[in-house]
C-alpha cells in the first residue's frame, strides 16, 4: 500500500524567510508523479509544484522548488522569500496511475 | 478558463437525514474525482469517474452513499441516511488525460450532521 508521511503537523516562518516541508512516501512503482497542493482557509486546493519520478532534475516554480531523492523516497519543499500569502496547509501527494494518495499536511504560518 | 464548480458551499443537516452535492468540472476533462476530507487529515478518493463509467469506488461506503456522472459532464453525491462521522469536506476535482494527471480542485462542500 501506498502511503505519505509528512512528520511536521506545523511549521513557522518569518516572512521573506526560507522554509522547508518534509515527506517521504512508500510506493512499489517506478513511474508515479508528485505534487505538493497548498490549501488555504477558503479550502481552495491549489497545485504548488509537480515532479516526475522518472526525471532527476528538480522541479522549480519560482520562489517554491523541491528537493527529490527517488532512492531515500524523499520530496521536500522549499519556499524562498515567504510571503504572508503563503500560509496554508501544504499536503504532499503521490499520484500513481490516477489516484492521489495524500499526506496528512503541514500547517505553515507565516509571520510577518 | 473556469475553475471546477461546487454546490452548496455548506450545509448543515441532522442525522439521518440525506443530503446531495452538486459539481461541475473543467470543461473537456474526462475524469472527475469526489474525495472526502474530514478536518486536520488529507483528502481520500471516494469515488472516480471516466466520462460516465466508474473507475474506482473502492473507498465508497456504498450503503449510504451514492454517485452519478450523467453524460459524463456534470456529478452529484449523496448520502442516505447522513451519520455524524460523515462530517466533512467534499471535495471535487477533475483532470484531463495526458498532464501528468494533474487535479484541479473545487472549493469543497462543508457538510456539519449534528
Known amino acids: 500500500a501506498q502511503t505519505v508521511t509528512q512528520s511536521q503537523p506545523e511549521m513557522s516562518v518569518q516572512e521573506a524567510e526560507t522554509v522547508t516541508l518534509s515527506c517521504t512516501y512508500d510506493?512499489?512503482?517506478?513511474?508515479?508523479?508528485l505534487f505538493w497542493y497548498k490549501q488555504p482557509p477558503s479550502r481552495q486546493m491549489i497545485l504548488v509544484i509537480r515532479q516526475e519520478a522518472y526525471k532527476q532534475q528538480n522541479a522549480t516554480e519560482n520562489r517554491f522548488s523541491v528537493n527529490f531523492q527517488k532512492a531515500a523516497k524523499s520530496f521536500s519543499l522549499k519556499i524562498s522569500d515567504s510571503q504572508l500569502g503563503d500560509a496554508a496547509m501544504y499536503f504532499c501527494?503521490?499520484?500513481?496511475?490516477?489516484?492521489?494518495?495524500f499526506g496528512q499536511g503541514t500547517e505553515l504560518s507565516v509571520k510577518p | 478558463e473556469a475553475g471546477v464548480a461546487q454546490s452548496p458551499r455548506y450545509k448543515i443537516i441532522e442525522k439521518r437525514q440525506s443530503v446531495a452535492f452538486w459539481c461541475n468540472p473543467i470543461?473537456?476533462?474526462?475524469?472527475l474525482y469526489w474525495y472526502q476530507q474530514i478536518l486536520g487529515q488529507g483528502p481520500k478518493l471516494l469515488i472516480q469517474f471516466q466520462n460516465n463509467g466508474v473507475v474506482d469506488d473502492s473507498q465508497l461506503p456504498k450503503d449510504r452513499f451514492s454517485a452519478e456522472r450523467l453524460k459524463g459532464v456534470d456529478s452529484t453525491l449523496k448520502i442516505q441516511p447522513a451519520k455524524l462521522e460523515d462530517s466533512a469536506v467534499y471535495l471535487c476535482a477533475s483532470s484531463f488525460m495526458g498532464q501528468g494527471n494533474i487535479q484541479y480542485f473545487g472549493a469543497g462542500t462543508r457538510l456539519s450532521v449534528l
Open positions: 470543461s473537456g476533462h474526462a475524469t
Open positions: 501527494v503521490v499520484n500513481q496511475g490516477g489516484k492521489l494518495i
Open positions: 510506493t512499489s512503482e517506478s513511474d508515479y508523479y
